[in-house]
């Protein structure tokens, strides 16, 4: 399906258009004119069957507001709501008149993203390296040299506890059994929660035995209630209770002191990864490497991983994906010393952090501005929905972090085509001051004339 040109009612005839109301020197103003949104009609209008169904919701506007929404820091209720009452995001996303209808539902772009994949979010992100070259932001010497570093995205999911864990499983093997018809002969709803709550006040008062008490009280609820649901349920489970049940006897069978916990009952691909870090012992999700240009981080590469992997294992991933995204090898790899003993055989030289045998001032030089990639990360999470991520499984994970990367990239965009907006807003300020004390100077020597 291509894309088509909407037909403007009669009414729209009469009302002003967008382009002419707005600032042409605004960011996103000229942002818009700089993407090529035609890119995105060929590669996503696959996805699409004409004449069959509801019609599709332009592609533009999708992919619009995916790029505001992680450049902002917003929701997918926030940046709709938002969407509304900013004329420039309407015209950054396609509209040619002021709209005064939300243009479509949160869920739209949940399912909009189920759709694409983790390979589409790529072409998104491909975009965004692309428009940098075109306006000369990103030039190919730039690539060359490239700072890498991992961190954790961390999952939206409660600080994982024994006695929290089995009350949930044991909430949703209770809900699933009524959802397929099974009845069971207890569901412990009463007494688990008393036991939770119990629990948690023990815990508090520092009194230990009696709250591991109450935690053996939930254990021994969820593993009545899986047997009898295991027993009922024969040969013929459905997916989805077959689904709870091995997660439930995977619960039951873990040890303290055991490798590949679960820690979430919703998101079972949840890994507990020790970064060192004073205020966060232990953080919970996945972890994430990320690439950017030694000169002007700009962000060429970001990548989510599963497994948590030694961090020289992930380098030779990390450079491939660089390489697809730019079209340029890199020559140059800094890294810090998590690195060392990495398995990378390729052509790119790789230079690690507190080597100091045969250092030369201009490696110095470099590998001093590999600490540039901290702040990056920083920015990242407080500013692009890094910090948490509310995206469902490991796509999901993958697809924030591509999202993440997105929004940073197109932050710096805004910024560039904000400077000079910036430096003539001031400079026209100061001519209109001064015109503005000329003629308050040329009225009152007109009064003292006569």
């Not at 890094?386 to 997105?406: E, P, S, T």
Request: some cysteine.
């Amino acid at each position: 399906m291509h894309a088509k040109k909407r037909v403007q009612s009669q009414e729209e005839l009469f009302k002003s258009r967008l382009d002419q109301m707005l600032d042409s020197r605004h960011p996103l103003f000229r942002l818009a004119k700089a993407i090529d949104w035609e890119y995105f009609e060929k590669e996503f209008g696959k996805f699409y069957v004409e004449n069959v169904g509801r019609p599709g919701k332009p592609i533009r506007i999708l992919v619009g507001l995916h790029y505001l929404k992680n450049a902002y820091d917003e929701s997918d209720e926030s940046c709709v709501e938002r969407f509304l009452e900013n004329p420039y995001w309407q015209y950054f996303c396609g509209f040619e008149h002021f709209q005064h209808d939300f243009p479509l539902k949160p869920t739209t772009l949940v399912k909009w993203r189920q759709r694409i994949g983790e390979e589409g979010i790529e072409k998104l992100f491909y975009q965004t390296l692309l428009t940098a070259k075109k306006q000369g932001l990103l030039n190919k010497s730039h690539l060359n040299k490239v700072n890498i570093d991992t961190t954790v995205q961390e999952k939206a999911i409660a600080y994982p506890t024994d006695a929290r864990l089995y009350y949930k499983m044991q909430v949703k093997l209770v809900n699933a059994a009524k959802k397929h018809g099974i009845e069971l002969r207890q569901s412990y709803r009463r007494l688990g929660k008393k036991a939770l709550v119990m629990q948690g006040r023990y815990a508090h008062a520092r009194q230990l035995k009696r709250a591991l008490k109450e935690t053996k009280k939930l254990k021994m609820y969820l593993g009545r209630i899986t047997r009898e649901l295991r027993r009922k349920a024969g040969d013929t489970v459905p997916h989805a209770l077959e689904e709870l049940l091995v997660l439930s006897e995977r619960l039951l069978r873990q040890q303290k002191h055991d490798n590949h916990k679960l820690y979430s009952c919703h998101a079972p691909e949840v890994e507990c990864i020790s970064k060192g870090k004073v205020h966060k012992r232990y953080e919970f999700g996945c972890k994430v490497s990320v690439a950017a240009t030694s000169r002007d981080n700009w962000i060429v590469g970001i990548q989510a991983h599963h497994g948590n992997p030694y961090d020289g294992h992930t380098l030779t991933d990390m450079l491939t994906l660089v390489d697809r995204m730019t079209g340029t090898p890199v020559k140059e790899a800094y890294c810090d010393r998590g690195y060392r003993g990495h398995n990378h055989t390729g052509d790119t030289i790789v230079h690690i952090a507190g080597n100091k045998r045969g250092m030369t001032r201009s490696l110095r030089k470099w590998l001093r501005r590999r600490c540039a990639i901290e702040p990056i990360i920083g920015h990242l999470k407080s500013d692009n929905r890094m910090d948490k991520n509310y995206l469902k499984g490991k796509v999901g994970d993958k697809i924030n972090a591509l999202l993440c990367g997105c929004g940073a990239n197109i932050r710096k965009l805004i910024a560039a085509f904000f400077l000079p907006f910036e430096f003539i807003t001031k400079i026209r300020e100061k001519i209109l001051g001064y015109l503005h004390l000329i003629g308050i100077m040329k009225i009152q020597s007109c009064q003292i004339l006569p």
